[in-house]
Protein backbone atom coordinates (compact mmCIF):
# COMPACT_ATOMS: atom_id res chain seq x y z
CA UNK A 1 0.00 0.00 0.00
CA UNK A 2 1.51 3.59 -0.85
CA UNK A 3 2.04 6.02 1.93
CA UNK A 4 -0.28 9.11 1.67
CA UNK A 5 1.11 12.14 0.32
CA UNK A 6 0.88 15.75 1.59
CA UNK A 7 1.91 18.80 -0.20
CA UNK A 8 3.47 22.05 0.65
CA UNK A 9 1.32 24.32 2.55
CA UNK A 10 -0.56 21.37 3.80
CA UNK A 11 -0.86 20.96 7.80
CA UNK A 12 1.09 17.91 9.26
CA UNK A 13 -1.28 15.08 10.62
CA UNK A 14 0.96 13.91 12.95
CA UNK A 15 4.06 14.37 14.59
CA UNK A 16 6.82 13.08 12.87
CA UNK A 17 9.77 12.47 10.30
CA UNK A 18 8.58 13.12 6.63
CA UNK A 19 10.42 12.99 3.49
CA UNK A 20 9.98 14.30 -0.45
CA UNK A 21 8.38 11.90 -2.06
CA UNK A 22 8.73 13.88 -5.32
CA UNK A 23 8.82 17.02 -6.15
CA UNK A 24 5.31 18.43 -7.54
CA UNK A 25 7.26 19.59 -10.85
CA UNK A 26 7.65 15.91 -11.46
CA UNK A 27 11.39 16.16 -10.80
CA UNK A 28 12.71 13.28 -7.88
CA UNK A 29 16.33 14.70 -6.63
CA UNK A 30 15.72 15.39 -3.19
CA UNK A 31 15.74 13.11 -0.27
CA UNK A 32 15.32 15.23 2.53
CA UNK A 33 14.02 13.82 5.74
CA UNK A 34 12.11 16.79 8.06
CA UNK A 35 10.52 16.13 11.67
CA UNK A 36 7.37 17.82 12.15
CA UNK A 37 4.81 18.62 14.89
CA UNK A 38 1.18 18.13 14.55
CA UNK A 39 -0.18 20.93 12.94
CA UNK A 40 2.68 22.50 11.42
CA UNK A 41 2.32 23.28 7.62
CA UNK A 42 4.72 21.00 5.18
CA UNK A 43 7.51 23.41 3.39
CA UNK A 44 8.93 23.56 0.23
CA UNK A 45 11.48 21.38 -0.32
CA UNK A 46 14.57 22.40 1.35
CA UNK A 47 17.09 21.82 -1.22
CA UNK A 48 15.26 22.71 -4.40
CA UNK A 49 12.83 25.45 -2.59
CA UNK A 50 10.01 23.68 -5.02
CA UNK A 51 6.61 22.56 -3.65
CA UNK A 52 6.86 18.84 -2.83
CA UNK A 53 4.82 15.59 -1.89
CA UNK A 54 5.97 14.50 1.64
CA UNK A 55 5.51 10.90 2.77
CA UNK A 56 5.56 10.05 6.42
CA UNK A 57 8.99 7.92 7.23
CA UNK A 58 8.40 7.13 11.06
Known amino acids: MASKQYKTGEKAPESGKYKVDKLVNGNNSDNTE ?25
Open 34 to 58: IKLEQGEQFPPSPSENEAAYWVKTS
